[in-house]
């Protein structure tokens, strides 16, 4: 009944930013925590950054603490990932995820987008 489409992923320079988008429809937006995973060859997927449903608190993984930014356009249903100061290591297909009344953290979200690749070059 929700779905989730990303978008912005492509190609970069180490150093470099990309601005990723995820859609929602189906759904009351507002009333769901959003967070993006990763997932990179030959490694698990993995929580990135989620930000609650009421969009007071975010939470970002160690990696990119400092580097990545979420934040959410209810108005829009969107919710958007700011990537700055890339690395190789960033290189993932990057999925959106959606958590009903969820916090930042989300562990096992209620939905999933079908992911937007992010490549790092050096």
């Known amino acids: 009944q929700v779905q989730l489409v990303e978008s912005g992923g492509g190609s970069v320079q180490t150093g470099g930013s990309l601005r990723l988008s995820c859609a929602a429809s189906?759904?009351?937006?507002?009333?769901?925590?959003m967070a993006w995973f990763r997932q990179a060859p030959g490694k698990e997927r993995e929580f990135v950054a989620g930000i609650s449903w009421s969009g007071g608190s975010t939470y970002f993984a160690d990696s990119v603490k400092g580097r990545f930014t979420i934040f959410r356009d209810n108005a829009k249903s969107t919710v958007y990932l700011q990537m700055n100061s890339l690395k190789p290591e960033d290189t993932a297909v990057y999925y959106c995820?959606?958590?009903?009344?969820?916090?930042?953290?989300?562990?096992?979200?209620?939905?999933w987008g079908q992911g937007t690749q992010v490549t790092v070059s050096s």
């Open positions: 189906g759904g009351t937006f507002s009333t769901y925590a």
């Open positions: 995820a959606a958590d009903f009344r969820g916090g930042p953290s989300i562990k096992v979200p209620d939905y």
